[in-house]
């Protein structure tokens, strides 16, 4: 099984829908990170959590929020999705020297 | 703010040959840390090879090594003996206090390897 499990792999929603993308690790690791990645962008930074209580925004949060249930869980939210929302997302962790990333999810909205 | 930079354009590499993938980092910290990942095109993300601001030797991972020019604030990837499948995306990353450790990647570097 995979040390960081992302649910949905894929998904196509409509513009409005709220839509929710989770992670889940097991490596015990109490960083989390949501990146969403664009051709020829890289990978931004959405949010990200250095523990349960501890959550912040990173560049580009707006339209974007997070829950961090547990150590172990850390979700993702679009409230109402725009088709400019349309991307790879990726949820990561990370220990001092590695940081680790889901299989990604392929989100679409039209 | 963190900044990573990747300019090299997409590379063609003869299968055998040696490629070397250039990154260069912006940051005020001492502390940091440098990171490389392949994005294949199934899109998964592959780390490959970290590198600590305080350690004095270079990163070594079976092919892959990773060219710490601290002064020159230069990380560049270098894959030994290149295999059909090192075609891929890389990207580099920062990590450091002053960004408050938050992960910050460039734009990547495509690479083809050619037989």
């Known amino acids: 099984d995979a040390d960081v499990t992302q649910t949905p792999r894929n998904r196509i929603t409509k513009t409005g829908k709220r839509i929710m993308l989770e992670c889940s690790q097991t490596?015990?690791?109490?960083?989390m990170y949501w990146y969403r990645q664009d051709p020829g962008l890289g990978l931004r930074l959405i949010y990200y959590s250095f523990d349960v209580k501890d959550i912040n925004k990173g560049e580009i949060s707006d339209g974007y929020s997070v829950s961090r249930q547990a150590q172990a869980k850390f979700s993702l939210s679009l409230e109402s999705a725009i088709p400019n929302q349309t991307a790879l997302y990726f949820c990561?962790?990370?220990?001092?020297?590695?940081?680790?990333f889901g299989q990604g999810t392929r989100l679409t909205v039209v | 703010a963190q900044k990573i930079t990747q300019t090299q354009p997409g590379m063609f590499v003869q299968e055998k040959e040696a490629v070397t993938l250039d990154c260069t980092y912006d940051?005020?910290?001492?502390?940091?840390?440098l990171f490389w990942y392949k994005q294949p095109s199934s899109g998964e993300m592959i780390f490959l090879i970290y590198?600590?601001?305080?350690?004095?030797q270079n990163a070594t991972e079976g092919r892959y090594s990773l060219n710490f020019q601290k002064a020159r604030k230069s990380a560049n990837l270098v894959i030994s003996a290149s295999q059909l499948g090192d075609s891929a995306m890389y990207f580099c990353a920062m990590r450091d206090v002053y960004g408050n450790n938050r992960l910050a990647f460039g734009k990547g570097n495509q690479v083809v390897v050619i037989p």
């Open positions: 590198q600590g601001s305080y350690d004095e």
């Open positions: 940051t005020s910290d001492q502390s940091y840390g």
């Open positions: 990561a962790t990370s220990d001092p020297e590695g940081a680790f």
């Open positions: 490596k015990g690791h109490d960083r």
